[in-house]
């Protein structure tokens, strides 16, 4: 991920043209990005992952750059590229094991039921992010293509991509599917509202001042319900007031230098991800693969 290209051999899984490089490379995906990290707390097994591995707590710069960057190499890096980032996150999540306090039960990052909890929050959050303050919802075809991207994403992790939403309607009965099994806890409750403002004396100055930016509008783009479970605590009248105001700063936030400059004062790691995306050149096959592609050449060239 730190190769002078992040699309070298190939365009990746999805390709310039894709409603998926739309969507994760506009402004509005740093919002999105910590929306979902927020709302994975629901899960009560990766809340239990998270507090035991503590890396948010010790070191919620370098957590938080990683992730996104995971994200962001999946969605516009070439497919080597991303077979290996999502390579290695399958290896760190093979340690995060344990007993999760309030069933009883034992957890693994790697899940296949919570690794879908986080992707599908993760590109529904994006996507509902780039909606409501950004240019507005994608055609229905672009919509139904982001989702089937979606899925096509889901095979580097360990949840089933047949039980990938494929519409706005699968997403909404997803939704309900998992919310008898969403609940909060002492613990769940810290780490959401960690991350949506993250104490200065753990993130330093940037990170203190920039999660506290992104929260009203994050908090805003919640339902109802998630709202009173989260205790996220907003007034509607500012919610009304904070939607104008951030799609003003995601309209500035188009120019690729001030989303570089933003980007490098919280996630250096994502920075420059991202600038190796707008400065690539034409890959070596100027075509789109799946994973199964880029797996079975990685065989044959051993």
């Not at 959050?125 to 139904?144: D, H, I, N, Q």
């Not at 969403?182 to 403002?197: D, I, N, P, T, W």
Request: contains cysteine; glycine residues 6%; proline residues 8%.
């Amino acid at each position: 991920m730190t190769s002078a290209s992040i699309r070298q051999s190939d365009y990746g899984f999805f390709g310039p043209d894709s409603p998926t490089w739309q969507v994760w490379t506009a402004p509005t995906a740093l919002l999105g990005f910590q929306r979902a990290v927020v709302l994975e707390h629901f899960d009560p097994f990766l809340t239990a992952a998270v507090a035991d591995m503590a890396g948010i707590y010790t070191d919620p710069h370098l957590r938080l750059d990683r992730t996104f960057a995971y994200f962001l190499t999946v969605a516009v890096g070439d497919g080597p590229t991303a077979i290996a980032a999502s390579d290695a996150l399958m290896r760190v999540h093979t340690k995060a094991t344990g007993i999760e306090p309030i069933s009883g039960k034992r957890y693994s990052a790697n899940n296949p039921e919570s690794q879908r909890w986080i992707h599908i929050t993760g590109w529904h959050s994006v996507l509902k992010c780039y909606e409501t303050y950004g240019p507005g919802p994608l055609s229905p075809a672009a919509e139904s293509r982001y989702w089937a991207d979606c899925a096509l994403a889901a095979e580097l992790q360990t949840c089933d991509p047949a039980s990938i939403p494929r519409s706005r309607d699968d997403v909404r009965a997803y939704f309900a599917e998992v919310r008898p099994r969403l609940c909060v806890s002492e613990r769940a409750h810290q780490g959401m509202h960690y991350l949506l403002r993250t104490p200065r004396a753990n993130g330093g100055l940037r990170l203190w001042a920039g999660s506290r930016l992104i929260a009203p509008p994050v908090i805003a783009s919640l339902p109802e319900w998630m709202r009173r479970l989260g205790g996220f605590d907003q007034p509607r009248l500012f919610d009304a007031a904070i939607r104008p105001a951030t799609r003003v700063a995601m309209r500035i936030g188009r120019s690729p230098s001030v989303r570089l400059a933003v980007l490098r004062g919280l996630m250096p790691g994502t920075a420059r991800l991202f600038r190796q995306h707008l400065t690539a050149g034409e890959p070596a096959r100027r075509e789109t693969v799946t994973p199964a592609q880029v797996r079975e050449r990685e065989a044959a060239a051993r």
